[in-house]
């Protein structure tokens, strides 16, 4: 229930109290020696409870001190005290009911503004059928192991990550990877948990656990992000004292003008901080579901804030700014010996079962028809693949694996090597592949004011550059180890803050957590990477970087324009509090409006950005 139960509490005391003053017409009890307020048992029941909840804000406004934080909580205690002092309890009862029902509503606000997010959690696969000796028996998908065999029947959930084994269907992966269009599957492709089977039965052999598997990783991270907004919600604090200070001087002025402190109360009534404790929530999860919307899960609202200020913008290159897949650039045969087509098909035949990336880029970059089976096949680790081809014994990987005898060959980019029995027979340079949309988004994110933007690699500075050329960047650090990315990252002067960081390996994780924010390209399931980044871009597209930057842009302009609103308009109300045309009974009422309109403004956020602030105009 969250906080509603306060509000239910006051709300059944409103009505007791309502029994008591208009159904059994209750008079005075007692008069206080003190004061000589005149008691009765709704006031008392009104009294009482209004010190219980000035308690509970006076322990959350001493924990935010202590924090270091002075917030606005304290207008709404002096609002409540002072509406006790003069007797007027049913302004104060509509006090409580604005304190407590504003939290309700922010709430509730909140729940509408997450939809996107708890959509994938309501989603979340529980039950898989489980194959065994051929019959079918329904169970919980944590129980599942590596190796089990699960029917996905059509219509379906894949419960675990898996490998077909049997049939041939399609699946909708668009709330996994944004394809929009079903993809076709067969035996022996891979299927990621939460895509929907089509109209075909398939059996998968599952390759990963319910806790390791791509829809559970995504569930995981949702369950973080909304654990995070409690964290961000008193961005109206920083308004907090100049705020505090105007409402206690037109009420003190109001006080000692009219020589009422009744004046004094309906100031501070109408002063009472429910919307701006409202605006700045309201909108920053609205932002968060905005984000989700677009493939991109936030983990907290301070990362919203820092998107939006960003200077910095530093790039990982093989698999973040390129595709993660190489592309063949020169085929070089040794002398006669062998035509380019031989050399890669050769080399090509040798690799095919190896799951090095090289490799498999070489195979894929290779018509099948060139690819011929091979015996005696054996791989060394990081040297190379030998086996046999045609009654040929071909040897592919580094120099000194292939012909260690062979004198050095200068390359500038990444290359395979080859030797026919025994004998070099040339090499193959592959090189990476630049992402389509790689070079608009870095455009993009210049427009949008990023004032320096760094690719930060291993890979070798030729390799480099020919990325960073392609891609518009000419800050480029390579030869980076992943403790010298973390030192080029913590060196980036104040006045270029905050540095934002996109990765997508295991060794990009450090770097992520250095950065004030990092972004993981999470796809793949880049598990590392994803745990340790702020956000993680869901889907295999660089340029959700550029749309996390625009949509945080979007929400903190919301966000401050609504808290803004709401001070704005509250201190005009209090303006006209003074001059005593606003009983303390309506002002709260009037308050009440107030929150509805700073609700309203603040779910603009979840509203699409402008094409400027997406840096689609110059």
Known sequence: ??????????????????????GLHASTLFVTPILKLQMNPQAIIIDILGIWISVLLLMEIFNDWKSGRYGVDILAVIAIVSTILINNYWAEWMILVMSTGGETLADYATGQASKELRSLLNNTPRIANKLVNGKISEVNVEDLKIGDIVLIKPGQQVPVDGEIVK????????????????????????????????????????TKAAKDSEYQSIVALVKSAQAQPAKFVKMADRYAIPFTIISLIIGGVAWAVSGDATRFAEVMV??????????APVALVSGMSSMSAHHIIVKSGPTLEKLARAKTFA??????????QLVIDQIIPEGDGLSKEELQSLAASVEQQSSHVIASSLVKATDSSLIKPVTNLKETTA?????????????????????????????TSTAVFVSVDGKFAGYITMMDEIRPETAETIAKLKRQGAEDIMMLTGDHMQVAEKVGKKAGITDIRANLLPAEKIKAIKEVPKDLRPVVMTGDGVNDAPSLTAADVGIAMGAKGATAASESADAVIMVNDLSKVN????????????????????????????????TGVIPAFWGAILQEVVDMIT???GLLAKTKPSNKQFGLEE
């Open 599 to 601: 609700i309203s403004l």
């Open 547 to 578: 749309d996390a930057v625009a949509i945080s842009k979007h929400t903190m302009k919301v966000a401050n324009i609504d808290v803004l609103t709401a001070i704005g308009v509250v201190i005009i109300i209090e303006l006209i509090a003074f």
């Open 383 to 411: 040297q190379g693949v030998e086996g046999d081809v045609d009654g040929k014994h071909v040897k592919v990987g580094k120099l000194s694996f292939v012909a260690p005898d062979h004198e050095k060959i200068a390359v």
């Open 270 to 279: 109408v002063a009472s901080p429910c919307p701006l404790l409202i605006a």
């Open 167 to 206: 049939g041939d269907s399609s699946f909708d992966q668009s709330s996994l990877t944004g394809e929009s269009v079903p993809v076709a599957k067969k035996p022996g492709d891979e299927l990621m948990s939460g895509s929907v089977n089509g109209d075909a039965a398939v059996q998968m052999k599952v």
């Open 315 to 324: 790039f990982d290159k093989t698999g973040t700014l390129t595709e993660n």
């Open 1 to 22: 229930m969250k906080r509603q139960w306060k509000f239910i509490v006051v709300l059944i005391a409103g009505v007791i109290s309502l029994i008591f003053e208009f």
